[in-house]
C-alpha cells in the first residue's frame, strides 16, 4: 500500500511538473513575442522612450522594456551578449570607435536627438574670465574629448592643428595662451568635476540628469546645425528588418515625440529629424 501510493504521488508530481512547465513556456513566448528591450542612457534617452512607451507603443501592438545603464561601455557589451533588443545612447563617432576597437557587428539606425556639447562652470562666468593654469574637464573617450577640444578651439582657448576637427587629442593643441591643464575623465564623472575645475566640457545628457539646464547654464554649447552628434538606435546587424525594430523607430520619429523634445528639453535637446 505504502508502495503505490509513492508511485501514484511521484506520477501526480511528474504530471504536474510537466504542465507546469509547458505553461510556463507558453506565457513566457506570449509575453515577449513583442516586447523590445532596449538599453538607453536615464536621460533624456530613458525619458523620451518612457514617453514614447505609455503613449505611443500600444496603438503599433509594442511593448517596450527600458533597461537604464549609467555608462557609455555596457549598453553595447549587453547588446552584444544578447541581454537587450537595441540600445539608445550613442552616436554615430562613438559607434565607430567601439565597432574598431571591440569588432562588434552592429546596425546603427536613423538620427533621433542631439544633445548639444557643453562647457560649464561654478567659478566663472565668461571663457574670458578662465584663469591662467586652470583645470579644464573633458571627456576621456576618444570621440568626446576630440569633440572638447574642438569646441574649445571654436570658442579661442586653444588652437588645433588645422584639419584635425573633432578627431583632435591633446598633442593637436597648437597654441594654449592661458597654459590651461586638461583632465580626462569618464564622462559620466564630470558634472562633479566642477567643484575641482575652472570649467569642464558636459554632454548634455550627463548635464540634464544632474540638473543643468544647458540651454540657459552652458557657457558655450554646441551649434545643432550640421551636427554629426545626434544619438540613434543601434541594433545587432541584421535585426534592423525585426518588426518591433520598425515599429519603434516609427515611433521615435514621429511628430508627437518631435513635439515631446521640444516641448520638455526648452532647446537643451534638439530634435534630429
Known sequence: MRRRSFAAVLAAATLTLGLAACGSSDSSDSADKDTLKVGVSPVPHGEILKYVSENLAAAEGLKIEIVEFNDYIQ?????SEKQLDANYFQHIPYLEEEVASKGYKFTALKPVHIEPLGVYSKTVKTLAEVP??????IPNDPSN???ALALLAK?????????????????DITANPKNLQFKALEAAQLPRSLEDTAISVINGNYAIETGLKPATDALVLEAGDDNPYANLVVVRAGDETDARVVKLEKLLHSAEVKKFIEDKYQGSVLAAF
Open 75 to 79: 549598453p553595447n557589451v549587453a547588446l
Open 132 to 137: 591662467s593654469g586652470g583645470v579644464v574637464g
Open 145 to 147: 574629448s576630440g569633440r
Open 155 to 171: 570658442n579661442g582657448l586653444i588652437t588645433l592643428k588645422d584639419g584635425v576637427g573633432v578627431k583632435a587629442t591633446e598633442k
